[in-house]
């Protein structure tokens, strides 16, 4: 391996490093000793170590490859494993707070944490299907477990078997997808090939055949599946609900992330190769978006218990980003790429925040293993601090300002409107006022119901800490966008 390639992969190897140390250390010793503390140290050190790798490929303008073009270091995998690093950052110290309180202490948690980060930033990375496809299952593989990581608890069970049986059918639809478009390259170039710089040599010369076409349509129902988008959402809100409460907000945020960074590099290659853009494909993902936002808020609307409805919030969010995906097809030069990374950032620290919420609420000695809307009653008036952070983690996801959801929706609908669709915008306008009521709910309980015997908190250092930065850089990042914005524009340009 040349330098060139060996510093584009030194994310990876950051990270699998220590995922394998974690694992390593994780059956060595007294397992009967609290050691999430410690592996939560191991698990930042690791992210620390990811940070400052990204960071020295910051001022890289060029595009460097590996393994033969598999892996690709750009401007999109360095913006959107800045995201993942985020997102992990985030969950540690959630999960290490929760897995003290509930006697899960092993660390191979974290171990799963990052190998699942480490298959998101392969599919940020991938420069072809089979890269892509590898990315998809090492994240993948490792979330099934971390959404069955209660294995005496029959709903963890349930959800374990649900993700595994619904993400094997996605992970065929996109390995079935991609043996047909390695037949169509090879049928029009006369050399088949899995690159996606073949694939936008293909879809650049002309339409593709049939089998093309429906190869391209399995690769993004597979994806759809991923990012929980209305028709293929089925298995979300069993499976947030079965999962531990750190595992469920790091499924909502860092696959949704690593996801749509897949579905942006398969489509540049394939739809965004054919100009002028499809008006019939623009108006399918303007379907697919509306279908998400509509049906993921009228059906969170009736939900009483918070990680369900937190679960079809992540439904209704993956239609607010699908708009931005119609922006990028309509006008890939545009600001849509940047307008998704900057609402992936507010939306992880929102989502994870809220979850965050869900788990300090989520005691040890208590049997009740879901956390049910009226239980918040009172909570506010004995834990101020909880009842301001879920206020802000309301206000934002409800696109609310000053938290960054509100710029976070005006960028993705000025994107949109950029690119002349105006249409879905107003439907996404419409589906956030409807949206707004059971986020707002959730605040009259929490401040203004009374509850005489108002739930007692977890009280953890790791919690508090996971709470305030996730509060912090969800009103940071809405009353200062501008950075962040720009920091996206020019690794996205």
Known sequence: MQSHELAACTPLFCVGAGAALVLLLSVAGDWRAPKSPAFAHLALVTFACLAIALWAQLDQEATTTAFFGALQADGLARAFAALVLFSGCLTVPLA???????RLDHGDFFALLLLATVGMLVLCMAGDLLALFIGLEIMSLAVYI????????????EAALKYFLYGAFASGFVIYGSALLYGEVGARGGH???SFVALHQCFAAGAPS???WVGVAFVLGGFAFKVAAVPFHM????VYEGAPT???GFMAVGVKVAAFAGLCRFLAATLVAREPANESLLQ???????LSMWGGNLLAIRQTQIKRMLAYSSIAHAGYLLVGVVAFLAQPDGQALSAIFFYLLAYAAMTLGAFGVVAALERGDDPRLELATSRLAGVARHSPGLGLAMAVFMFGLAGIPPAAGFFGKVSLFSAALAAQRQGVVVAAALASVVGASYYLRVLVTLFMEPGELAERRVVSGWLDAGLLAAASCALGVGLLP????DFAQRALQ
């Open 246 to 248: 750190p595992a469920a």
């Open 146 to 157: 971390l959404a069955g990581y209660r294995r005496l608890d029959k709903r963890g069970q």
């Open 235 to 238: 298995w979300a809100p069993d």
């Open 96 to 102: 290490a707070a929760y897995l003290h309180e509930h």
């Open 210 to 212: 049939m089998l093309g």
């Open 482 to 485: 501008a950075p962040y914005v």
């Open 192 to 194: 088949p090939s899995l």
């Open 284 to 290: 399918l993902f303007e379907v697919l978006a509306v």
